[in-house]
């Protein structure tokens, strides 16, 4: 919180100063954009810098420097982080930690050395910095806005930038009151809490294609709170967002975890109840496709160091996996045993509790469809069912691949005992070993080396690690995908419905490959759009159902 008071009070008084033009030596918007994005820097941003000076080395000595560093800071952190977590009793362990970490942290001082000396151009990559007005300016391409929303503790701070505008907006909500507000439209949101009903949507006994009942009434969702958030913090800069269709958001908890394409420009139409009410609202979706940035330096890592691509596969799925637990609809906890035994005393799952958390019909379906719009052959491109292990996923060759989707359950670290970061879960070996318990954990994911365009995390709370405002923006599985080498990532705020997801994501590629200039996060849009307008299921309105996926990083 010092934190966020110390900003502040810079930041309000070059608001003093006034938001509008003022002579270049002394201007507050530049003083507070940047102010507001040094408070904003994150793990996320860093590693995208990173990212990219890994992008612009190519794949000579520079690369290999790179991915050496992040490794041992990485590795550093890990340290680090047990020597706090050490019980002060155990002196010996403390000690062996605090000379294992100053090793490492003498490597890292020896490859930063040698960068520094062979490569300085690579300082401008690795360190993360702000962004200046010019800057941004340069990256966004015409019909794009960057919005940087920025809590502070007495009021929050909105920036937009175009190429030919910029507005800076303070909103009268203090941190504990934004807190608040995104506290009560997500219980209207995450369908574990929000009594949403249709087509299955939570009947954790009923199979998604189970016939619709009552749809949701409107007050489920508070769509007035939405539309007085959205007066609050957007429409003030309404004038920078008029005929841009593109929004770049970045920003930070607690708004990380509401997608703002909920957001309704208009007020709801009271003459209108239940799925009609919600199938009609302004939602932001309507006007303006959406990226979510991990931080306003990552644009510059994202775009100004593109890679040249020749060749490689279009598309590599892995999903479905073999799973033999109660039937679900929604892609979340797994269902099954999830009790104190589901890891062992060696810290490996335990292969027959992974086993008994439940199958996920439609995956496998999606990813043939995913193969198929995307020009690849499904029987080649795809690995599920038995073939959809984790041992598949850390043996393949994967960097050539453009678009790397995963669809199956997705575990956040605390929702089952034992489980201390986030996982994908896959088709479970007859015995757990370091190479394969059916889990492929954050870290793990980091050490995939990839260079894809995109990767789809189709599966649950693979957006925000517990869905609480207030938690990291990216949980622990997006962060290291952008590590392994991702450009954009398509994930989610919660449990997603099974058919959904399956129609969102296929629906954003079919559109795609439909009209080949379309920017990723338009096809996004549409896709979404269709299921909202989708009159055969009405629950298909409610946003718990279609807002819970957000893309975050590249989105053109």
Not at 189 to 205: K, M
Not at 248 to 259: K, Q
Not at 394 to 416: C, Q
Not at 430 to 445: F, K, Y
Request: glycine letters at 8%; aromatic letters at 6%; one cysteine or more.
């Amino acid at each position: 919180m010092l934190r966020l008071a110390v900003f502040g009070l810079l930041m309000a008084l070059s608001f003093g100063a006034g938001p509008g033009a003022a002579a270049e030596a002394d201007d507050p918007f530049a003083l507070a954009f940047k102010a507001a994005q040094e408070a904003q820097a994150s793990v996320t941003s860093a590693a995208l810098s990173q990212l990219g000076a890994r992008f612009a080395a190519g794949s000579g000595d520079l690369a290999h420097k790179v991915r050496e560093r992040q490794d041992l800071v990485a590795r550093w952190r890990t340290l680090d982080r047990a020597l706090v977590a050490t019980s002060a009793d155990d002196t010996a362990r403390a000690a062996e930690l605090k000379r294992d970490g100053d090793e490492v942290k003498r490597q890292v001082d020896r490859v930063e050395a040698e960068l520094a000396a062979r490569f300085p151009e690579f300082a401008e990559l690795s360190r993360p910095r702000p962004l200046d007005e010019a800057e941004v300016r340069a990256l966004l391409e015409p019909g794009e806005t960057l919005l940087m929303v920025f809590a502070a503790q007495k009021s929050t701070h909105v920036f937009a930038i175009n190429r030919d505008t910029r507005l800076w907006h303070r909103a009268a909500i203090s941190h504990e009151q934004l807190v608040a507000s995104v506290r009560h439209l997500r219980a209207g949101l995450d369908p574990r809490t929000a009594t949403l009903r249709g087509a299955g949507a939570i009947d954790e006994t009923a199979d998604a294609g189970d016939s619709p009942v009552a749809p949701a009434e409107p007050g489920q969702f508070d769509l007035a709170a939405a539309h007085e958030l959205y007066q609050l913090l957007l429409a003030p800069v309404a004038g920078a967002l008029g005929g841009n269709a593109r929004l770049l958001i970045a920003t930070e908890a607690p708004l990380d975890a509401l997608p703002f394409h909920v957001l309704l420009t208009e007020p709801p139409d009271p003459g209108l109840t239940g799925s009609r009410a919600l199938g009609r609202a302004p939602w932001l979706l309507r006007r303006h496709s959406i990226v979510m940035l991990p931080g306003v330096g990552s644009l510059k890592a994202l775009r100004a160091n593109r890679p040249a691509r020749a060749g490689g596969e279009a598309f590599r799925g892995f999903g479905a996996p073999r799973l033999a637990g109660p039937k679900l609809a929604l892609r979340g906890g797994g269902g099954g045993d999830v009790s104190a035994r589901f890891f062992a005393r060696d810290r490996l799952a335990d292969v027959d509790a992974v086993r008994r958390l439940s199958p996920l019909p439609e995956t496998a379906g999606e990813l043939k469809r995913l193969a198929t719009a995307l020009g690849a052959d499904p029987a080649r491109a795809i690995q599920i069912d038995d073939a959809a292990t984790e041992t598949a996923v850390k043996t393949a060759d994967l960097s050539g691949a453009r678009i790397l989707a995963f669809a199956t359950h997705g575990l956040v670290a605390g929702e089952i005992k034992g489980l201390a970061e986030p996982a994908l879960v896959f088709t479970p070996p007859a015995e757990a070993s370091d190479l394969d318990d059916g889990l492929l954990t954050a870290s793990e994911a980091a050490n995939l080396k990839l260079s894809a365009d995109w990767v789809v995390l189709s599966a649950c709370n693979t957006a925000s690690s517990d869905g609480e405002p207030g938690a990291d923006g990216l949980s622990g599985l997006a962060r290291a995908f952008f590590y392994a080498g991702a450009r954009a990532l398509i994930v989610s705020h919660w449990p997603v419905r099974d058919d959904a997801a399956a129609r969102i994501t296929t629906g954003t590629f079919a559109a795609l490959a439909a009209e080949p200039g379309l920017a990723k996060a338009e096809a996004f849009r549409r896709s979404m759009l269709a299921l909202i307008e989708d009159g055969s299921d009405p629950g298909l309105a409610h946003p718990s159902v279609w807002a819970p996926f957000v893309v975050v990083g590249e989105g053109r």
